[in-house]
């Protein structure tokens, strides 16, 4: 979840209105390895305070393993 907003706030940082200003995660769909990291909850309610309508930052997010945590993960997309 920490990298995800890193990239969201990298991508803004840069926004380019020519371009797609889109982060694409790929994940084995599951948030197991930062301790004391964002939680999947202050993620989604820091990325949508942070979301701004005239510079817009996509996330897509692509899970691989078959027990990715779908709705968590459409969760992070829909949020953007």
Same mark, same amino acid.
């Given at each position: *979840?920490? $990298?995800?907003?890193? +990239?969201?706030?990298?991508? #803004? =940082?840069?926004?380019?209105? =020519?371009?797609?200003? &889109?982060?694409?995660? &790929?994940?084995?769909? %599951?948030?197991?390895? *930062? @301790?004391?990291?964002?939680?999947? =909850?202050?993620?989604?309610? $820091?990325?949508? +305070?942070?979301?701004?309508?005239? #510079? @817009? &930052? #996509?996330?897509?997010? &692509?899970?691989?393993?078959?027990?990715?945590?779908?709705?968590?993960? %459409?969760?992070?997309?829909? +949020? $953007?």
């Amino acid at each position: *979840n920490d $990298t995800v907003l890193a +990239a969201v706030r990298a991508v #803004r =940082e840069g926004y380019d209105p =020519e371009a797609s200003n &889109v982060v694409v995660v &790929v994940t084995d769909g %599951r948030n197991e390895g *930062n @301790p004391g990291g964002l939680g999947q =909850e202050e993620l989604l309610a $820091t990325l949508a +305070a942070e979301n701004d309508p005239a #510079r @817009p &930052v #996509r996330v897509v997010v &692509v899970g691989l393993a078959q027990d990715s945590d779908a709705a968590a993960l %459409r969760a992070i997309a829909d +949020a $953007t």
